[in-house]
């Protein structure tokens, strides 16, 4: 997961404290979601930018790699 400063710093959440509250809602993703990089996202940015106003932009990037593939 890629994503710029607007996902996790606003006027009422500092950095840090958007760090560490991204990745606790990031451990709390199912199984489910791991393997689809789209309903990921979705989930990231929907529990990130809940009850905030944002003035600044967002940008999230979610790769998956399935196991098994050749490196």
Known sequence: ???SDGLVENRNRG???GLE???AV???ADEELLG???RLL???V???LAGYEQDDDVTVLVMH???GEMQ
Do not use: G
């Open 21 to 23: 509250e991204l990745a």
């Open 65 to 67: 790699r399935p196991s």
């Open 36 to 38: 689809h990089p789209e």
């Open 1 to 3: 997961v890629f994503y």
């Open 15 to 17: 950095l840090d404290a």
């Open 46 to 48: 929907d529990h990130m």
């Open 42 to 44: 979705r989930y990231l």
């Open 26 to 28: 990031a451990a709390r």
